[in-house]
């Protein structure tokens, strides 16, 4: 007989709150049944407690096709269970990941702990599954036998470490231990060890070496940092005995796939003096920005100025820029480079003593210095040089590990320019070494070392090579006596000077920077004109203003009336920064200008007024400019009204110079 469907109850729809997080628990679920098992270590806990989430996810599907007759919404203890089992699959998701992309010799070291925790998820996903209102919620005979078969999984559980892991582990801290008493592992079982951690070349060994430097920031314990420090010390050599032929290769792809990283750092980014990004921005007491370590380096050289503005520091605090340093964070996730800060390196090296590193630092420098000095060829030796060069831009214990180990006249040998890569890899080598204020005393006095940068200044093979030889002589000029040493050569002073006008961008900034710092001396200055460097400046300010007129400040400031002589012609360039530049090139530029027309006298000044609109620009700056840009046009203003009534002198003018026109200046009422 047919049955009316009137007849029939009508369905009561589920609640649709709990429809969704039966739905969100069911992706959790799986999304963490799709993760692999970790393949190196621990790999039963993690295959089992994936398993068991397979088989949860198979479960939760069916409880969406229940059709739900008697019971409008699930019952609260079910409902419960849900929310509990959410978080417990997302600990078990977390756990997993964290071992698959953490640290392998880290996890290795920590397995029981984490053997344990594998466990404990299991007890708790075994308790809600126990707890579950199976008769509540009238599943079908075939769901429920399901849920019997996951409490049965479930409940037979131990937290397991097979004894091949134990035994890797017990591998790993023997050879820790004899790399601590200065004994060489041997080199077949080293291989071993890391083929089983699938460290299997350098591209894997630097990724773990960077993974193992995350995690000792996050530690907060410090003998788990020592301990961590230690294996960054292990990889750093393994990975130079075992494969450091191939990381040359590597990094060559990564500059191919990163591209020119110094052509895209906005200009607000970058410190003033390293012309690097910044990491760790700070305030001085001029209201400049610069990078910490910039400056920090900038005062222990014993300069009591600003470097940007030359102003003097009224005390040696500094104030962290956050807003800056939020903005830089967020440009560089964007453009997926690392970022780590001055703050966080520090507390990479405070704990960098650790005689296990140390000792494996030494081990892995005598490697390479031995090799490159043995190899037969240019290419091997490239090899070994890029290793250094790496290993000497880590912290301060590898560079001068590499410096007493007698690195520099290896080096030496290397900086010709009939291997060009060979050549960018020596000299940069060279450049992370002078980073530590010892090795600059060795650069200087190592016989050959001064003469061989100058000569890839200036007759480098390539643009990178000439750029990283003028970044060395800037490092060596924050030492006060090297900066008035290298300023008397000739050579230094020309070989800047000419990289400054013809080289890239990149290179253009090195090239300033040294010339910056070595304006910063009297007599070099001299010398700065002798070869030009007002129309160097000039030129430069054409496509990096900023920088030229930033030179131009400092050559004036400290020149006298040979520098002013020579700027006088540039002041309608310097108007038109005013005009147009940013707040930075701007202030640079009232500063010059203010120098110039105080020290060049009325002639002087009468070529600024007689540009047209030049109050109008001056009144804009004093209104919109930086704290200094603003003082230092209003100082401009005044000096243009007592020259406008005439109450302006020239006291110091002995030169001469073009007659500017008499154009009136028409002053704001």
Avoid at 67 to 76: G, K, N, R, T
Avoid at 408 to 421: A, D, M, Q, R, V
Avoid at 452 to 479: C, D, H, Q, Y
Wanted: hydrophobic fraction near 40%; include cysteine.
């Amino acid at each position: 007989m047919a049955v009316s469907p009137e007849t029939l109850p009508p369905k009561k729809k589920r609640s649709s709150s709990d429809e969704r997080l039966l739905r969100s628990l069911l992706l959790r679920s799986k999304e963490t049944s799709n993760l692999s098992p970790i393949p190196f270590v621990l790999y039963r806990n993690s295959n089992s407690i994936i398993r068991k989430t397979k088989l949860l996810t198979l479960l939760l599907e069916e409880l969406l096709l229940v059709d739900q007759v008697i019971y409008s919404s699930f019952p609260a203890s079910a409902v419960l269970c849900f929310e509990e089992l959410y978080i417990v699959l997302q600990s078990i998701k977390t756990l997993i990941q964290d071992c698959l992309f953490g640290s392998k010799l880290w996890l290795l070291i920590q397995q029981q702990s984490v053997a344990n925790k594998f466990h404990e998820l299991t007890l708790e996903l075994s308790t809600l599954v126990d707890i579950f209102p199976v008769k509540e919620i009238k599943l079908t005979q075939d769901v429920a036998e399901l849920v019997l078969l996951l409490r049965k999984l479930c409940s037979k559980t131990t937290p397991l470490v097979e004894e091949k892991d134990v035994q890797l582990k017990i591998d790993v801290l023997e050879k820790l231990d004899r790399i601590k008493g200065q004994i060489v592992p041997q080199q077949s079982k080293l291989k071993e060890m890391f083929t089983r951690l699938e460290l299997n070349d350098s591209a894997t060994c630097t990724d773990e070496i960077e993974i193992l430097e995350e995690e000792v920031r996050n530690q907060s314990d410090e003998k788990s940092k020592a301990d961590i420090v230690a294996l960054i010390g292990l990889v750093r050599y393994a990975k130079c005995v075992l494969y450091g032929e191939s990381s040359a290769v590597r990094t060559l792809r990564s500059r191919e796939k990163s591209g020119s990283m110094d052509l895209t750092i906005p200009a607000d980014f970058r410190c003033p003096i390293s012309l690097d990004l910044v990491r760790d921005p700070v305030v001085v007491s001029t209201g400049q920005t610069y990078d910490r370590a910039s400056i920090n380096l900038w005062i222990e050289s014993g300069h009591t100025t600003c470097p940007k503005t030359g102003q003097t520091l009224d005390h040696t605090e500094m104030i962290p820029n956050c807003a800056l340093r939020n903005l830089i964070v967020m440009w560089c996730r964007e453009h997926r480079i690392p970022f780590e800060s001055t703050e966080t390196k520090e507390k990479v090296n405070c704990v960098t003593t650790n005689k296990t590193l140390l000792e494996a630092t030494k081990m892995t420098v005598s490697f390479l210095i031995q090799k490159a000095r043995a190899s037969q060829s240019s290419e091997m030796a490239n090899r070994f040089v890029h290793e250094l060069r790496s290993l000497a831009k880590t912290d301060a214990n590898s560079r001068a590990c590499i410096a007493e180990a007698d690195g520099l006249p290896l080096l030496i040998k290397f900086l010709g320019n009939e291997h060009p890569n060979l050549q960018v890899n020596a000299v940069t080598t060279i450049l992370n070494l002078s980073i530590l204020e010892e090795n600059k005393t060795r650069i200087m006095e190592t016989d050959g070392v001064l003469n061989g940068i100058v000569e890839v200044l200036r007759t480098g093979a390539t643009w990178e090579a000439k750029g990283n030889a003028a970044a060395t002589i800037f490092s060596l000029t924050g030492v006060h006596a090297y900066r008035k040493k290298l300023g008397r050569k000739t050579r230094v002073v020309k070989g800047l000077m000419e990289l400054a006008k013809t080289g890239p961008i990149s290179s253009k900034r090195d090239a300033l920077v040294a010339i910056l710092n070595l304006a910063g001396d009297r007599e070099t200055v001299g010398k700065l004109l002798e070869v030009g460097v007002v129309e160097m400046a000039s030129e430069v300010m054409d496509g990096l203003p900023e920088e030229g007129v930033t030179v131009l400040e400092a050559v004036v400031k400290k020149g006298g009336l040979a520098a002013i002589t020579a700027t006088f012609h540039v002041i309608k360039k310097l108007a038109m920064i005013l005009r147009d530049g940013t707040e930075r090139a701007q202030e640079s530029a009232a500063a010059t200008l203010v120098n110039v027309c105080r020290k060049g006298g009325s002639e002087t000044v009468s070529e600024l007024a007689a540009i047209p609109g030049i109050e109008r620009v001056i009144w804009e700056v004093m209104g919109m400019g930086t704290g200094r840009g603003r003082r230092k046009a209003a100082t401009l203003l005044r000096i243009l009204r007592r020259w406008a009534a005439g109450l302006y002198s020239n006291p110091t003018a002995a030169y001469s110079t073009t007659t500017a026109s008499s154009t009136a200046v028409v002053l704001p009422g």
